[in-house]
C-alpha cells in the first residue's frame, strides 16, 4: 500500500506558513493546501529541524550526488580491472 504521508510540495508548505504568519487559521489553511493541521502546528512551533522543508523517514543524506557517481564509477573501474571492491573498502573510500 501507497502512503499519502508528505503528499504536498515545499513549495506548498512555504505558502501555508507565510498564510499563517498572516492570521489566517489552521483550519483553513490546511483545507487550502491540503496540508494535515498537525504539520502546520509543528512546522510553526519550531519543533522541525528545518521548517518548511519535507524530509520523510529518519535517514539522511550523506554523500552528495557527485560524490557518490565517482564512488561508482571507480568501483565499476576497480572491478573491470580484476580487483573487486568489498563493502568495507568502499566504506573507506566514502569516509
Partial sequence: KKSTRGNYSSENLKKALE????????????KKYTIPRRTLQRHMKGTIRQPGCIMLGRFRLILSDEMETEIVHHAIDMQQRFYGLTPMDIRKLAF
Avoid: A, M, P
Fill in 19 to 30: 498564510d499563517l504568519r498572516e492570521g489566517q487559521s489552521y483550519h483553513s489553511v490546511s
